[in-house]
Each structure stands twice: as structure tokens, then as C-alpha cells.
């Protein structure tokens, strides 16, 4: 069962114009949320995240919203630019009160930024 | 500073021999993951090293893979027997204790044959 999903398998957006890519969730107890990005033979890259007990977070041309109510996450890229082209995973933790922070990542979205 | 690394980049084995996939974590990083991702999916978590405490194992597929980490450093991941249903690329993060980023090696992409 798939606790984490990005449904958009890919999007292709004009340079200087928003990207919205999204994911949803159904474990209640996710309590940190974070989005990577990765390019062709690369390891992801963290890029922002954002704590359960908030709403947004924001860093330059990168927004995280989160909806815990629907369970739904959105990582906002404006203006997006070529250079953002790669695959973007979402990821939740939940440590059940352990020290484990294990991340369980969606499929990923493949995001084209045209030029 | 340097990243997470991990060897080899590539490996292609046979069906049924063992292979060892090494990673360096970076230094510093007391919590240590392996994670492995499977064909068009996402990544899948594996194993969990933090400190001298013993590892969380519960995400390894099979008593076919085994893991350890010597020193509080370097780990080391072992796959007996391969079977094809094992190729993926696998990859390795370090984290903080405490710290919910984890940062990624390049990974080693597994072929079985």
C-alpha cells in the first residue's frame, strides 16, 4: 500500500512561469515532510521541507504547502527556470517517538522547464 | 566538505552470487540509511544505523540481505545469492542524530543477470 503518491508522473512547464507539483498521503502520522530533487545519475538532493505543526515554507523560488487536513502536500517553483528540470520525490517521516527518521518517498514527478 | 560517497557506481553480477555495496558517509553523521530504488519507483527504505545502537532492520526484503557498519562510519551492504528481482540502484544517506535531512550518495546501480 502506498503510503505517500505523487499521481503526476510528469509536467512540462514554460521557463518564467509557476510549477506545481503534488503529492498526497494517508498515514496521520507523518510528522515532517521534505521534497528532494534528482537529476540522471545523481543522488536526490534535499530541497525543502516543512513540519507537520505548519502550513508553509518558503525558500526564494521554492514553496511548501501543506494541507493536513486533505493530506496533501505542493511544492510551488516560481519563476521556474530550465535548470529546474529533474525528477522531484516527495518524502514523510515518521519516527513513531524513536530515533529512526526513515523517509517513505513517492514515485516521483518528472518536471520539464521549457525554455 | 565532502559528500556522502558510495561504491562501486555500477555493478553487474550473475544470478546468484553475492555482492558488497560500500558506503561512505559524511563525516560527522552518526545516522546512516541504505534505501534502494526499484525500476519506476520511489526509493524504499532498507536499514537504519544510529551510533552503537543496534540497526533497524525491519525494511530489509529477505534474510538474503545483511548489513553493517564498522567504526561508526563506514557500512557495508551484502546481498547473498542475488536474484534478478534485486536489480535497482541502491543508495546510501547520512543525517544529523535527531535531524530529519538526509543527504544522498550517487548510488550503486545493481544489474543482475
Known amino acids: 500500500d502506498q503510503q505517500v503518491k505523487q499521481n503526476s508522473p510528469s509536467l512540462s512547464v514554460q521557463e518564467g512561469r509557476i510549477s506545481i507539483l503534488n503529492c498526497d498521503y494517508t498515514?496521520?502520522?507523518?510528522?515532517?515532510f521534505l521534497w528532494y530533487k534528482k537529476y540522471p545519475a545523481e543522488g536526490p538532493t534535499f530541497l525543502i521541507s516543512?513540519?507537520?505543526?505548519?502550513d508553509k515554507n518558503e525558500d526564494g523560488r521554492f514553496t511548501v504547502f501543506l494541507n493536513k487536513s486533505a493530506k496533501h502536500l505542493s511544492l510551488h517553483i516560481v519563476p521556474s527556470q530550465p535548470g529546474d528540470s529533474a525528477v522531484y520525490f516527495c518524502a514523510a517521516s515518521d519516527r513513531g517517538g524513536g530515533s529512526n527518521y526513515k523517509l517513505t518517498f513517492g514515485k516521483g514527478t518528472l518536471l520539464t522547464v521549457n525554455p | 566538505g565532502a559528500g556522502v560517497s558510495q561504491s562501486p557506481s555500477n555493478k553487474v553480477t550473475e544470478k546468484g552470487k553475492d555482492v558488497e555495496l560500500r558506503c561512505d558517509p559524511i563525516?560527522?553523521?552518526?545516522?546512516l540509511y541504505w534505501y534502494r530504488q526499484s525500476l519506476g519507483q520511489g526509493l524504499e527504505f532498507l536499514i537504519y544505523?544510529?551510533?552503537?545502537?543496534?540497526?533497524?532492520k525491519s525494511g530489509l526484503p529477505s534474510d538474503r540481505f545483511s548489513a553493517e557498519r564498522t567504526g561508526g562510519s563506514v557500512s557495508t551492504l551484502t546481498i547473498q545469492r542475488t536474484q534478478q528481482e534485486d536489480s535497482a540502484v541502491y543508495l546510501c544517506a547520512s543525517s544529523l542524530e535527531g535531524n530529519y535531512e538526509q543527504y544522498f550518495g550517487p548510488g550503486t546501480r545493481l544489474t543482475v543477470t
Open positions: 563525516s560527522g553523521h552518526t545516522a
Open positions: 544505523f544510529q551510533g552503537n545502537s543496534a540497526p533497524d
Open positions: 516543512i513540519s507537520s505543526i505548519k
Open positions: 498515514n496521520s502520522m507523518f510528522d515532517y
